[in-house]
């Protein structure tokens, strides 16, 4: 087997069909190696801010390899499992006090889609039939279903499949820019509100944006705002944790960093970080009991639903998360890590600013010739970057640039919370390296006329 594959050499349809992708065979914590022996070191968790405890980590593959001996699917149409009914427990009564019910789902866009349905839910249950609309923060991602796509208002990249999106509403990313305070972005969600109100199901967005925007955080003031407006106008509130739920952010929950509690939340990635395809819909009680009060359903549902063996597997990334206290140290260990992050890529004319979270840290990439603008779109500079940390034996994962106004070329910085801080370390010096061979090559391009 090659150490790269092009898209003219597989079966596979690749996501793009111009790039060699590496073949990876193994992993071992922050660790990747190719079928070619090329060591890669993995400052993403996976690349989707998925494996929190590094790659193929024993305990798991154990617990996975048990419950499959035993017993890994049947569906939950039928039957349930005490895997799925430990997990629901675990995390109502130790990560979500604040909830009372979970649904489990195979991953992120199933689980934030399967919100938005208990949201249109919970209002016809209660025989508000009118409220299906969401609104949300522009610049976004929630996942790749026609669901989820539509709750995102990047406008490029829905362009093709725009025919199947649902209209639904878009705030400018509050707190960013000219709205420091958020309240541009209150303002704006008044608008929607005062004009179509009675038609609002939920908010939808990330507490902590990821791959869209990473490591923004809104100001308390917008959540504020937002907790006021849910009073008035009876809509709910629904978070996106499907990245920063599980300790990304170092807490259980972005949530509990907030003063808002959410009605609804989706969590996904390191819930099953990376051993399993795990998913979970967090409810409030009052959430549950329309439905309890009402039809008793809430048929909809995938294949995969609450499987013993991926419920299995989260079970054991809780232990394990509990037992090495990691939550912890990634509260502790993030501020530092955000100061060595700007230290890292202090001088570098194309990094604009360095913000974050726990281990979901980020940075954004700026037109050197004012040191402010989003780079030109043609220039695909996110890919650049992920292709230059390539070269230099890294994984850091970029956003495609969108000509949508809200913002440019961005890089997330998301380590496994288990990295030590040599490798910290050695991640951090990679991406110098690969920062400075951007910023040459962006220099070059852009001298020579291109953008
Ligand atoms: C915030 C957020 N929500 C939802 C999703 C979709 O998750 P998945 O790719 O597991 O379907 C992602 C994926 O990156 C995400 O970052």
């Avoid at 399967?114 to 249109?120: G, I, K, N, P, Y």
């Avoid at 597997?313 to 100061?339: F, T």
């Avoid at 030590?420 to 990679?430: I, N, P, Y």
């Avoid at 991406?431 to 400075?436: F, I």
């Amino acid at each position: 087997m090659r150490g790269s594959v092009t898209a003219d050499a597989t079966h596979v349809f690749p996501r793009f069909l111009d790039l060699a992708y590496p073949n990876v065979e193994r992993g071992e914590g922050v660790w990747l190696t190719t079928v070619d022996g090329r060591r890669i070191l993995d400052a993403c968790s996976g690349g989707a801010m998925v494996t929190c405890l590094g790659h193929s980590v024993p305990e798991l593959a154990a617990a996975a390899a048990e419950q499959a001996e035993r017993i890994s699917y049947f569906y939950n149409h039928h039957f349930t499992n005490g895997p799925q009914e430990r997990l629901a427990e675990r995390l109502t009564e130790v990560v979500a006090p604040g909830m009372a019910r979970v649904r489990f789902v195979s991953g992120g866009s199933e689980a934030v889609e399967t919100m938005v349905q208990l949201a249109r839910l919970y209002h016809v249950e209660r025989g508000d039939a009118e409220r299906w609309r969401v609104v949300s923060p522009a610049q976004a991602y929630h996942g790749s279903t026609m669901g989820t796509l539509a709750l995102t208002g990047r406008r490029a990249l829905q362009e093709p499949y725009t025919p199947y999106l649902a209209d639904h509403r878009h705030i400018p990313p509050p707190g960013r820019g000219s709205d420091p305070t958020g309240e541009a972005a209150l303002a704006a969600l008044d608008r929607i509100l005062e004009a179509e109100g009675p038609s609002i199901a939920a908010f939808v967005c990330e507490p902590v944006g990821a791959a869209a925007l990473p490591g923004h955080a809104p100001p308390d003031r917008f959540w504020e705002g937002l907790a006021e407006r849910r009073e008035r106008y009876g809509f709910l509130v629904c978070f996106d944790e499907v990245v920063t739920g599980i300790g990304r952010v170092g807490s259980w929950l972005a949530a509990d960093q907030l003063p808002i509690e959410p009605d609804i939340v989706a969590v996904g990635k390191a819930l099953g970080a990376g051993h399993a395809p795990l998913g979970a819909v967090l409810c409030r009680e009052h959430v549950y009991e329309a439905v309890d009060r009402g039809s008793r359903e809430f048929d909809l549902g995938h294949t995969w639903d609450g499987a013993p063996l991926s419920c299995a597997v989260g079970l054991r990334v809780l232990d394990l998360l509990v037992e090495r206290d990691l939550i912890a140290r990634v509260r502790e260990r993030g501020p530092r890590l955000l100061e060595e992050l700007r230290a890292a890529l202090s001088g570098l004319e194309i990094v604009g600013e360095v913000r974050g979270r726990g281990y979901l840290l980020g940075f954004e990439l700026v037109d050197p010739r004012d040191g402010e603008s989003f780079l030109p779109v043609e220039l695909d500079a996110g890919a650049l970057v992920d292709d230059t940390a390539l070269e230099h034996g890294l994984l850091v994962t970029s956003t495609h640039p969108q000509a949508d106004g809200y913002a440019g070329d961005q890089t997330v910085f998301a380590p496994a919370y288990t990295s030590t801080d040599e490798e910290l370390a050695e991640m951090l010096e990679r991406l110098r390296a690969t920062m400075e061979d951007v910023e040459r090559r962006l220099k070059e391009r852009l001298a020579r006329g291109r953008g």
